[in-house]
């Protein structure tokens, strides 16, 4: 049963579904963590691409890219394109059906809670301020910094045999959690395509009480931008021989 493309949709699930609650437990009325702020959610956000790691190499996934712009980032790296779409699908799959998870988890709460934009919020990305250009490189540079940044972990240039065993998934979970704190004030940093429209798509679809708009007019940017930041960082990656 153990495969790559299991792997990856069942460690999406678990970013999603863990990066998705920590934002439902910040922002939904009457949740015991309403209001607890940016720190809480970088941090859930961190630990969620953790558990989303070990979940993907637990069902078969050893690369555990779990995020078509690392997909694409490898592919670019790597020259060879023929596992994109099949990641691509799995990923984007295993986001919807965090997603789902995660509305059923806080079901009572979406009733109580009268911010439609806050509801959005939970399920998927939107800009502080709405400007498409500076949105769209936001996202790009950092899907690239996550990109160069684990690649370097990994890259013999850097550590002689590599990261150590074992370590990676905690050194890739620290530099999410950095681009968070840093760089994630402006969109949300989805720098994942799955990440944010999995969701969005959920949000669209599911009967969540007194939901909005999803938001379908920004939704290219989280798509595209982490897409350009991660091939242009594995083309990096490449050039430098990483």
């Not at 295993?94 to 509305?103: D, E, K, Q, R, S």
Request: hydrophobic share 50%; aromatic share 8%.
């Amino acid at each position: 049963m153990r495969c790559p493309f299991l792997g990856e949709f069942m460690g999406t699930l678990m970013l999603v579904l863990l990066g998705d609650g920590v934002n439902a437990a910040v922002l939904l009325k009457r949740s015991k963590a309403e209001g607890s702020g940016w720190m809480v959610i970088t941090t859930g956000w961190m630990l969620a691409v953790l558990c989303g790691i070990f979940t993907a190499q637990l069902f078969g996934s050893a690369d555990a890219h779990l995020n078509p712009a690392i997909t694409l980032a490898s592919a670019a790296q790597s020259g060879s394109f023929g596992h994109v779409a099949g990641f691509a699908l799995a990923q984007m799959l295993g986001a919807f059906t965090g997603a789902v998870l995660v509305w059923l988890h806080y079901y009572p709460h979406w009733k109580i809670t009268d911010d439609p934009e806050l509801k959005r919020a939970v399920f998927c990305t939107g800009p502080a301020i709405r400007n498409p250009l500076t949105n769209f490189l936001s996202e790009v540079i950092g899907t690239a910094v996550l990109v160069l940044v684990a690649g370097a972990m990994s890259s013999k240039l850097v550590l002689t045999s590599g990261a150590a065993a074992g370590l990676s998934p905690w050194l890739v979970s620290c530099v999410v959690w950095g681009i968070g704190l840093s760089l994630g004030g402006t969109t949300g940093y989805a720098i994942n395509p799955a990440r944010d429209l999995g969701p969005r798509v959920a949000h669209a679809l599911m009967p969540i009480a007194g939901k909005g708009s999803s938001d379908w007019g920004y939704a290219l940017i989280p798509i595209l931008g982490p897409a350009t930041g991660g091939i242009l960082a594995g083309l990096v990656l490449r050039w430098i021989g990483a």
